[in-house]
């Protein structure tokens, strides 16, 4: 497509204001830009969820659980919608939002299908992770692009990484990394580590517990916990007897149901912070998050949802934002560039936290720093100074090309 | 503005050095005046002596300072109260308010002195505000996070930055149309002009960058990179920049590279880096044109730069989150 600036459109607009005076109607006097937009071409994004999903019933919501959304990130993708509309116009398209809400993996990949067959090529997933590497395997080699806005899951960007697939939501190798790293920082080198029920929370401990090695905490004792009241459990649901009779400078707590998490902080035997699932929560986003422009992201987010911003929010903003820069760098629209610009070294990504970012050739992920936050606050972003690495210090957070079980880029440069 | 007896102590204090120092009554004084985000004050140094001289209360978060053309105003956009204060600089204090201004950032006064060409960052628009009448006569719709606001000598164009669109939006101020939005750096932020006015640079913080733009054609002409020894490139952040008054040298600064970088406009080469405080950003040449001044968001201080030796020679603490500065030199 011919990138046509706002120049030649102001004076195709003169051209038709004189017409439209010349055919006698005048009353059509329209700003510029919005008749300008009628001859943009679309270029729709695509946006796939869960209709009945439990992390939006209205109660879990209300709960305002650290580290979790508040509310469906396509409020995230809407406010980046809006701020592309002056690149767009620049570019000569109106980009726009194709919202679709499912019901199981079956109705999604029918989804996917449609949306391909429409021309869409670039579809956001707030889907869990196994559904996630479905959706990538079934449309490998299609000219799609998908992006992960809500799973952490470590795998997703290891063992089944998918070169069809990016990551603008962290892994949870990322999130811990930066936690360790803050622990080490502080020298609270001695943590407790609580695991959950739920696979999940086994999923993350392990995460942690690749963390700490890699930054040398210890972990002095992994301890289970159930939720409930029942006195005959209650050395593994007391949070006070859970963490009795050992000594740590930290409480990690893996719960990603985060119920129990929320209870612990302040209710441990120990006077000492808790983290993790609650407590200090590493994330890609804050609300209260206000270096670098975030305050005026923030209001746009508060302004259109009514709500705070989460990092799920923030990872469907920042994948619409990645492809609307690819747009305008590139003067195109043409999936074959896009899709090698948004992947490649040249991007520099603005995703207000004063960082420049772009994805790993390696495993697709978004190289971002994590915010370290409190319920009110962020206490501090990650990487943490002094935590180096050779290529970019983002790279000290997640898993670099030498640790990475994912060999994307291997791929590519093999083929 | 809020009224404690501590602040009011200040004013009286203010007011006594006011009496004592006619120096201030005259127009073209060179004093030093810098916006101090976190105290909501305007603090006012002697050009010579860079002594302290007066402390002048402001609205919430002062931010970006500008001079009527004759000098006689300064106004103060403060962004937490909706407003641009009005300083009368003889009297040394607020006596004008324009009020139900949203957010105000960075704005510019026309050669004729009566409007103020104001980005409004959270609307994402670009108004125009009848001074005398107090009211935005104008607002045009432009890119999220207008920033940077320049208005052409001849009154009739303006250039207004968009943090977010990375573009700078040329706008005709007889139609009020947009004629070109151009595309530069990432988080372009602010601007100053030749003096022929055929050549617009614009910093680009996320870039490290400033874009050239040649005004006849409206094409982004060059683009000069920032790389001071020892910073990592995400550290390299400009966002103030001037102009020397001889035209010779665009001074930038860097922002939390913590320097101010010297560009020779006939080469486009940096020449050198200058060491100052913690996130610079506000830039003012001295009236004498022998000095810069350096604002530092972050160390709480302004730095005073030799223009000659190229290094500085001291910093003086200039109040909490020191924003931007201006220089009271003769009248335009």
Known sequence: ?415 | MRFNPYKQGRLAVAAALLAASPALLAAGTGNIYVSSEDDDVVTVFDGKSLEKVDTIEVSERPRWLAFSPDHTKLYVACGDEDSIDVIDVAEGKVTDRLTDIDDPEIFAIGPDGKHLFISNEDDAQFSIYDIAGKKAVTKIDVGQEPEGVLVTPDGKTAYVTSEVANMVHVVNLDSHEIEANIVVGNRPRRFALSEDGNTLWVTNELSGSVSLIDTQTNEVSDTIEFNPKGFRPEDVTPVGIKLSDDGSHAYVTLGRANHVAFVNVKSHEVEDYVLVGDRAWGIAQSRDGKQLYVTNGLSDDMSIVDIAQRKTLRSIAAGRVPHSVVIDTAAE
């Open chain 1, 1 to 415: 497509m011919a990138r046509r600036d706002l120049r030649s459109m102001a004076g195709s607009l003169r051209r038709s204001v004189l017409l439209c005076l010349l055919a006698g109607a005048a009353a059509l006097a329209l700003p510029g830009i919005a008749t300008a937009q009628q001859d943009l071409e679309a270029f729709d994004f695509g946006y796939i969820g869960w209709n009945d999903d439990p992390r939006y019933s209205e109660a879990r919501i209300e709960r305002e659980y650290q580290g979790e959304p508040w509310g469906r990130p396509i409020d995230g993708a809407r406010v980046a919608i809006d701020e592309a509309r002056f690149p767009g116009m620049a570019a000569g398209v109106k980009f726009g939002l194709n919202e679709k809400l499912v019901a199981n993996t079956r109705e999604v990949l029918e989804t996917v299908r449609a949306m391909r067959d429409a021309g869409t090529r670039f579809i956001l997933l707030d889907l869990p992770a196994g559904t996630v590497s479905r959706v990538a395997e079934e449309f490998a080699g299609d000219d799609l692009t998908l992006f992960n806005v809500a799973a952490h899951d470590d795998r997703l960007r290891g063992a089944h990484c998918q070169a069809n697939l990016l990551h603008t939501i962290p892994s949870d190798a990322m999130r811990n990394d930066a936690l360790a790293q803050y622990l080490v920082s502080r020298q609270w080198d001695d943590v407790l580590l609580l695991v959950g029920p739920e696979r999940a929370d086994k999923v993350v401990a392990k995460s942690f517990q690749r963390s700490a090695k890699r930054f040398g905490l210890n972990i002095v004792g992994t301890r289970d916990f159930v939720l409930g009241n029942n006195p005959r459990e209650r050395d593994r649901n007391n949070p006070k007897l859970l963490t009795s009779g050992v000594d740590y400078d930290a409480v990690y707590i893996a719960d990603t149901q985060s119920e129990f998490a929320r209870n612990a902080n302040f209710a441990i035997q120990k006077p000492r912070p808790v983290v993790g699932s609650a407590g200090l929560v590493a994330q890609a986003w804050h609300w209260a998050w206000v270096r670098h422009g975030a305050r005026q992201l923030n209001n746009r987010l508060e302004k259109k949802a009514d709500r705070h911003m989460t990092g799920y929010d923030w990872a469907a903003w920042v994948a619409v934002k990645s492809i609307v820069e690819a747009v305008q760098r590139t003067e195109s629209t043409d999936y074959a560039k896009l899709a090698t610009y948004v992947r490649g070294d040249e991007i520099n990504l603005d995703g207000f936290k004063g960082y420049r970012m772009g994805f790993r050739d390696w495993d697709g992920q978004l190289r971002q720093p994590m915010l370290l936050g409190t319920g009110n606050w962020v206490v501090a972003r990650a990487p943490l100074d002094g935590f180096l690495h050779p290529d970019n210090y983002l790279d000290t957070l997640g898993f670099d090309p030498r640790e990475s079980a994912c060999r994307l880029a291997n791929e590519k440069k093999g083929s």
